[in-house]
């Protein structure tokens, strides 16, 4: 390991903003090589579907200046590593400055509260159709609920809330919704796999994705949480679908979404979609021109969007000390 030691500290030493400023692209270059050098002998039997492409070299990633292109476009992973999800792309759409914070430097996404609400739900009902897939019957309402409470628990120790919330009060929703959802959905549905992993290619770029739940017609079913009743099936999801259907064996390119809608009253809302060959034409064209912005370096802050603010994102003072402003608070 002396060489890896040496080739590795005299990269890393060497790394400040100052000093990359000045650089030449053939410099830069060279200082690519090295890292790349160092992560292959780090991680000689890395696949090319592992989860998350690390673009930068460990440990030096509060070193790397976003504002800095031309550094950006020469840590980006190879191409064949660069994995995509649908996930992905909508950060990267929404906001290309957050998908490098999260997706590139790897930096923590503090959990809110509608987060760890739907991530202790989502908890819950695996369980159930896990079980389901065994047994063929759903678990006993109270039964769920005392699973649901185990889950928000786990979650309320990992969660940042706000001063206006009070995660003994989000418990009880959380626990109305699930009494809704065993009571009017889950007898409805014949799963057939649960959390099924699935990749594959999209135009030639590689792609992965986990799929929630899929019935025994091929069906994919996805629960979400929501503050408001939703009207239809967003852009997103739809892309989402249609990354599915090609990547799913067996799935049909029909799909159900159900939202429990956070209201005073709870609600439960069923929207049934069938992907489109526009949905498809989506992911064909989409996947390979993200993957283009993302290896170019170009990122910024998209602060048009009603979630730029201190209060929708988690990355709101690193993209104050990159790129200027003031984030609204809420």
């Not at 890393?12 to 053939?26: A, W």
């Not at 590593?81 to 930096?107: D, I, M």
């Amino acid at each position: 390991m002396g060489e890896l030691d040496e080739v590795l500290s005299s990269t890393v030493c060497r790394l400040n903003p100052q000093f990359f400023d000045r650089l030449h692209s053939e410099e830069l270059f060279q200082i690519r090589h090295n890292l790349d050098a160092v992560l292959e002998q780090c991680e000689p039997h890395r696949s090319p579907f592992d989860v998350a492409p690390k673009l930068i070299a460990p440990g030096i990633t509060d070193l790397v200046p976003v504002g800095n292109r031309a550094l950006r476009k020469n840590v980006i992973a190879t191409e064949a590593e660069v994995v995509l999800s649908p996930s992905q792309v909508r950060t990267f759409l929404g906001c290309s400055a957050k998908w490098w914070f999260k997706y590139g430097l790897h930096l923590p996404e503090p959990k809110t509260a509608s987060l760890a609400l739907g991530l202790a739900i989502h908890s819950a009902l695996e369980v159930n159709f896990r079980e389901k897939l065994q047994t063929g019957k759903d678990l006993e309402t109270a039964g769920m609920v005392m699973i649901f409470r185990d889950a928000w628990r786990e979650q309320v120790g990992e969660t940042e809330f706000r001063e206006d919330e009070d995660p003994a009060e989000l418990g009880q929703v959380g626990e109305q919704l699930i009494v809704k959802y065993m009571q009017e959905a889950a007898p409805t549905i014949e799963p057939a796999a649960v959390e099924l992993p699935v990749e594959g290619c999209v135009a030639g770029v590689p792609v992965r994705g986990r799929i929630d739940l899929m019935d025994v017609t091929g069906r994919v079913t996805d629960v979400k949480t929501a503050a408001r009743r939703p009207s239809c099936v967003s852009p997103d999801y739809a892309f989402q679908l249609a990354t599915y259907r090609q990547l799913t064996r067996g799935a049909s390119g029909e799909a159900r979404l159900d939202t429990l809608v956070r209201t005073k009253t709870v609600q439960l809302v069923r929207h049934d979609y069938t992907v489109s060959d526009q949905d498809l034409l989506a992911t064909q064209v989409i996947y390979p021109l993200v993957r283009e912005g993302m290896q170019n370096g170009l990122y910024f802050p998209n602060r048009q969007s009603m979630l730029c603010s201190r209060r929708h994102c988690a990355y709101w003072r690193q993209c104050e000390k990159e790129f200027g402003g003031t984030l609204a608070e809420s």
